[in-house]
């Protein structure tokens, strides 16, 4: 009997997703697999992330951790009681319902509008921050109520100040004011963790700006050298960039003329089986993966329209 490439997909995909299940403790039924978001990431090719991702409504969310940097979201008071019923928690700690998962809270920022939260093992944190925006609508139905009812005894903005609900508020001058929560990932974006973290290379930590851009260091290489290892940055948030290794032995005045003009071309010329990424904030660095390099999402860095006043560190004659 043979299979299909697709059949031995599936069963590959449905024992992983049986060994991973288990392991976090989850019983195994048909039901379940028909369900489970894990299972269809594994028959897509893709494989778990080193840590289990946050919860949304019951489902695992991986978008948070890989993709979008913002989301909106609903959220419950912070307080430490949560701790007696937050997985993983400890007693005394604060946690935040978001969409029905129990958040850490990191920092309070300000009280019921602002936090700072984490989730799990993950090296990350995400802004948790209440958003207020006009409600045109129920600001003009609130008029026109009190245009046809002068009598009404409707006092939403007793005294100084304004009335503040839990998902809207009315201010002196009779505005309506809708409330939402954003939730935003402060730092680079986690697809790295479907690879695995190393330990730096010492090579690593001789490496110098040979090219910079409005963004900073832009590649990264032996200082005075001609050629040599070369490490380019393809991302950056919140101060931190993440870089990627192109090679190991390149002439850096034909990788700072691409990395100008040919970013994409630069990109598509990385070789090899794995993605060597590494994480930096200035001079220090935060962290390095081993990224499968059909996993990495090298496609979605076009750089190309922005990185003008290019200045080359070693800059050639000739």
């Known amino acids: 009997m043979s299979f299909s490439d697709r059949e031995k997909q599936l069963v590959r995909a449905a024992f992983a997703w049986g060994q991973i299940t288990q392991k976090e403790g989850y019983t195994l039924s048909d039901l379940e697999i028909e369900k489970s978001v894990l299972f269809r990431r594994l028959l897509a090719g893709r494989p778990p992330l080193a840590f289990p991702p946050p919860l949304r409504h019951g489902f695992p ?71 207020w925006e006009v409600n045109y609508e129920m600001t003009q139905q609130l008029h026109n109520f009190r245009q046809q009812n002068p009598d009404a005894n409707v006092d939403l903005a007793p005294g100084n ?30 697809w790295v963790w479907v690879g695995k973290a190393v330990d730096a290379d010492p090579a690593i930590l001789e490496l110098a700006p040979i090219c910079q851009d409005q963004g900073g260091p ?3 290489g032996v200082a005075g050298a001609e050629r040599g290892p070369g490490w ?64 990495a999402p090298l496609e979605h860095f076009d750089f190309a329209d922005v990185n003008y006043d290019l200045v080359p560190d070693n800059a050639y004659n000739g």
């Open 61 to 131: 969310w991986y978008d948070v951790i890989e993709g979008r940097s913002e989301h909106v979201v609903s959220a419950s008071e912070a307080s430490p009681e949560h701790s007696f019923i937050a997985p993983g928690s400890k007693p005394g700690d604060t946690y935040i319902l978001i969409d029905g998962a129990f958040w850490r809270v990191a920092e309070t920022l300000r009280e019921r509008e602002d936090y700072l939260v984490e989730w799990g093992e993950y090296p990350m944190q995400w802004r948790l921050q209440k958003q």
């Open 161 to 190: 100040g304004q009335r503040e609900y839990s998902e809207f508020r009315v201010d002196d001058d009779q505005t309506v004011w809708l409330s939402e929560w954003h939730l935003t990932r402060i730092g680079l974006p986690g």
């Open 218 to 220: 832009l590649v990264l």
């Open 232 to 295: 380019l940055r393809i991302e950056q948030a919140d101060g931190d960039s993440r870089y990627i290794k192109l090679g190991e032995d390149l002439e850096y005045k034909q990788v700072i003329a691409s990395a100008v003009t040919e970013f994409d071309r630069l990109l598509q010329g990385v070789r090899g089986e794995v993605l060597e990424v590494m994480d930096r904030r200035g001079d220090d660095v935060l962290r390095c993966y081993q990224v499968p390099m059909h996993l």
